[in-house]
């Protein structure tokens, strides 16, 4: 049996994970500040939790406070950067959300800290053209740019384009399972978990537009995060404001629009998705759609990481393995934007730049039936 890699920390000074918390989490919090005019008290919570050296659990008052404990046994005390990475991350923007008082009584409750971000981010006339003018390809061309718009939609990520910067895209995938995931579509369930909203979501909305209009798809889950997560993860709200933005008269926006109503397409979320855990961990409840589904469809780097593991294993530990355990077929659509990545070939590595996991220029495609 396969020997695990240990899960991905922080504590090396020169590694990708420590630039998030060291770099990127202070450039977070000067983003929210500059957004709105929160009071002081508001901005004195922010600037100590950039000045915490030890992780702290939630105060007994807040509604999470019971979850956060068993899921943060063991970390109280120490170093953010010495806590698994995936934990650091995401409990960072939990603690975010208690600063801003996005959960307290008061006039600021359920105000998205990240929101001005993702306005500013919403796609404009030309990609919605763009995207409009795929509907008129042929049947196959119009398969692949569905899929590709989808993929590459996934580096607009805000938070990660706060301090990377990206390198020009390259057109060639690492891995290309498009063929497999299209295998997979015979006319059932599909679930899509979201990603980013603005320029992400739009195409993950094409994309479901192709599935219901083809027969591919009798029904859609769109799955998003109940709560502001990694600056421009996708909500409810995220995703009502894309609908909006498609013209009025849109084929597009008319039929997603019809499919809500109808009940062809659905949005879903749960509290699993703003937590600390992989799919392993997911609750049975979710467990069982996933295993009820034709294929899941999982957007985005954090869903690849609860996927097969934050782990930064060899690169040809096979996909299939890390992701059989997952209760139904499976397709991950990512940018590469983080250490973890599996399924390659034993040589792929060689003639890849030294930034290759990180830059957001590679993709992958992969596919586990």
Not at 216 to 223: G, K
Not at 252 to 260: H, S, T, V, W, Y
Request: with cysteine; charged share 25%.
């Amino acid at each position: 049996m396969r020997v695990e890699p240990p899960v991905i920390v922080s504590s090396d000074p020169s590694s990708f994970p420590h630039s998030v918390l060291r770099d990127r989490h202070p450039a977070i919090v000067a983003k929210v500040l500059a957004a709105y005019p929160y009071a002081p008290e508001v901005q004195k919570r922010l600037e100590m939790l950039l000045q915490e050296q030890a992780v702290v659990p939630l105060d007994d008052a807040a509604h999470d406070a019971a979850a956060w404990a068993v899921w943060g046994a063991g970390m109280w005390g120490r170093s953010w950067y010495d806590v698994p990475f995936l934990f650091a991350e995401n409990f960072f923007y939990r603690r975010l959300l208690d600063a801003v008082g996005y959960y307290a009584p008061g006039a600021w409750r359920g105000i998205d800290p990240f929101g001005p971000q993702k306005a500013a981010d919403l796609p404009g006339e030309r990609e919605l053209a763009e995207l409009d003018a795929l509907q008129e390809l042929p049947g196959d061309e119009q398969a692949a740019g569905v899929v590709r718009a989808a993929l590459w939609g996934n580096r607009a990520d805000l938070g990660f384009g706060l301090v990377a910067s990206h390198a020009e895209r390259v057109d060639e995938l690492l891995v290309d399972d498009s063929a497999r995931l299209w295998s997979l579509t015979r006319g059932g369930t599909v679930i899509v978990v979201a990603d980013n909203a603005g320029r992400e979501l739009l195409p993950d909305l094409v994309l479901i537009d192709f599935l219901l209009r083809t027969g591919r798809a009798s029904r859609v889950e769109l799955h998003v995060k109940p709560a502001p997560y990694f600056v421009s993860d996708a909500l409810t709200a995220d995703v009502l404001a894309e609908l909006g933005r498609f013209p009025a008269g849109s084929a597009i926006g008319g039929r997603l629009d019809g499919a809500l109503r109808g009940g062809r397409l659905e949005l879903h979320t749960e509290d699993f998705y703003c937590a600390p855990l992989t799919f392993h961990e997911a609750p049975d409840g979710l467990a069982a759609r996933f295993a009820a589904a034709e294929l899941t469809i999982l957007k985005g780097d954090l869903n690849y990481r609860r996927l097969v593991g934050d782990r930064r294993w060899p690169v040809d530990t096979p996909f299939e393995e890390v992701s059989a355990y997952f209760p139904g077929p499976v397709a991950a659509l990512r940018t590469v934007k983080s250490d973890v990545v599996a399924g390659l070939g034993a040589d792929a590595e060689r003639g890849l730049p030294e930034s290759w996991r990180t830059s957001g220029a590679f993709a992958l495609v992969q596919v586990r039936g």
